[in-house]
């Protein structure tokens, strides 16, 4: 991976606000601050991870990625440019070099459509194919991803979750993007399913030169698959890093307790642990200064009231923490 290049995305500044009243007899407008103030870039060919609890604006980030939602504030730059300042033709390019694996594919793959017409659906929108020749790429598609042929006439029930998703990653597929976003795309599978469906996207990525970002509640569904990852705590970036100093010598105690949730196979390498209390804050009302600052054992009066910046340790390594850990 060629670090020197200009990034193949690049997100400055990045909110989402969404606004609600805050009480039925009141006028006053509040903000739910569902990513607030973002700033990462991705290179052509690696795999960002992104992870925190639910509710802290992870699949908000990924549907402004994929130009689903208007941002707040703040650019997305993919290859180069502002994606705010293109054209429509320029948009509808971009739009195709952008999908999408979900979580659930059996919520989003129309239970009444057939597997050749759900992966095929795209390339009718978007390309002007013959039916045969549609047929053919649906075919290519299917066997990329893993799937027999004699699969295209079947209904999303008759497959198993792993095939689901596997149909979910082909229709994906089918217009050659560049940026695929997994939004919880293992979640819901069973753990040695999960492996396969790993595996299978990170053959395609080999094959292809994706670039994959991939959200996740925890450490260990990001783990083996990205190249760096970013800790959101609240909709901000807490910590970003690559995946082994991340790993190994985190800064904010909120990666510390993500990680300590990952279970450590040898006992001799047990390391402290630090475990998270209560639930992740109300959104629309965080804490004040450090956001984590509720629920950190290692909290100061100044965390109370002072927000901290990311600063740069190093190796690309960034946290915002007025205490950061320091190695073990
Ligand atoms: P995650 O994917 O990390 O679980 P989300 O990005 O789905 O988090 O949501 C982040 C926050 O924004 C949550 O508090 C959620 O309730 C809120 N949110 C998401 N979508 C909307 C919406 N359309 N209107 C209001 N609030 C929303
Ligand atoms: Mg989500």
Not at 40 to 52: A, K, P, R, S
Not at 154 to 165: A, D, K, V
Not at 204 to 220: D, K, M, R, S, V
Not at 272 to 300: K, M, V, W
Request: glycine share 8%; proline share 7%.
């Amino acid at each position: 991976m060629a670090l020197d290049t200009a990034p193949l995305l690049e997100v400055k500044g990045l909110k989402k606000y969404y606004p609600f009243k805050k009480g039925m007899f009141s006028s006053e407008v509040g903000y739910v601050r569902a990513v607030d103030g973002l700033d990462f870039t991705v290179q052509q060919g690696e795999t960002l991870g992104i992870v925190g609890e639910s509710g802290c604006g992870k699949s908000t980030v990924g549907q402004l990625i994929l130009q689903l939602l208007e941002p707040t504030e703040g650019e997305i730059w993919f290859q180069g440019k502002d994606v705010s300042t293109l054209g429509k033709s320029e948009l509808k390019q971009a739009r195709r070099n952008l999908q999408m694996i979900f979580q659930d594919p059996y919520s989003s793959l129309n239970p009444r459509m057939r597997v050749e017409d759900i992966v095929g659906e795209p390339l009718k929108i978007f390309e002007r194919y013959s039916k045969k020749e549609r047929r053919e790429k649906v075919v290519e598609l299917l066997r990329l991803v893993g799937l027999d042929t004699h699969h295209l006439s079947r209904h999303p029930h008759e497959f198993s979750g792993g095939q689901r998703q596997r149909i979910g990653i082909a229709r994906a597929l089918a217009l050659n993007p560049k940026i695929i976003v997994c939004d919880e795309a293992v979640s819901a599978l069973d753990v040695s399913i999960q492996s396969q469906i790993l595996n299978l996207l990170r053959k395609l990525q080999n094959e292809l030169g994706l670039t994959y970002i991939f959200i996740a509640h925890g450490l260990p569904a990001v783990k083996h698959i990205s190249d760096r990852i970013a800790v959101m705590y609240l909709g901000r970036i807490v910590e970003l890093a690559d995946r082994d100093t991340l790993f190994a010598s985190p800064k904010h105690p909120y990666t510390k307790a993500l990680l300590s949730a990952v279970p450590i196979p040898d006992p001799l390498l047990r390391k402290e642990r630090i475990i998270l209390q209560g639930d992740l804050p109300n959104p629309a009302a965080p804490p004040s200064g450090c956001h984590f600052h509720t629920r950190c054992p290692y909290a100061q009066p100044v965390c109370e009231t002072k927000s901290p910046e990311l600063m740069a340790y190093g190796g690309g390594q960034v946290a915002a923490c007025h205490f950061p850990l320091e190695a073990e």
